[in-house]
């Protein structure tokens, strides 16, 4: 009788201990998840930015050209070009617009993750 008991608690204490191993397995797992779907938002952020730095290079080499042209037809080419540069500025001026809040929506959400961890931690030092 005597040992079954000992089997019962054994048992119960293993149970336990699977519980609280899955737990933490459990959180850590979405801890990670987490952790992931930030980083993929910041990669996203780093590779629209890296995007329109290079449209904005390309379009200043193209800008800072001395060429006016010397004839009628060149001139008017070179407007033409000038009003597609312009469309096409418009849509790259609202992407960047676009990209800053999503910016300023990332240093919002660190600044608060990091507020509140600097919360927590603060009441844990306290404890101690």
């Given amino acids: 009788m005597a040992e079954s ?24 797992a979405a801890e990670r998840g987490q952790r992931l779907e930030e980083s993929l938002t910041y990669q996203q952020f780093a590779a629209s930015i890296e995007e329109e730095e290079a449209w904005i290079m390309e379009k200043q080499h193209l800008l800072s050209g001395d060429d006016c042209g010397d004839t009628l037809a060149a001139v008017q080419g070179l407007l033409k070009k000038h009003g597609a540069f312009e469309t096409d500025f418009k849509v790259h001026e609202d992407r960047c617009t676009e990209i800053t809040g999503e910016g300023d929506k990332l240093i919002e959400a660190v600044s608060t993750v990091f507020g509140w961890y600097l919360l927590v931690f603060s009441k844990v030092c306290l404890l101690l």
């Fill in 5 to 28: 008991n000992l089997l019962t608690d054994e048992i119960q204490s293993r149970l336990q201990q699977l519980a609280k191993n899955w737990d933490e397995l459990r959180q850590k």
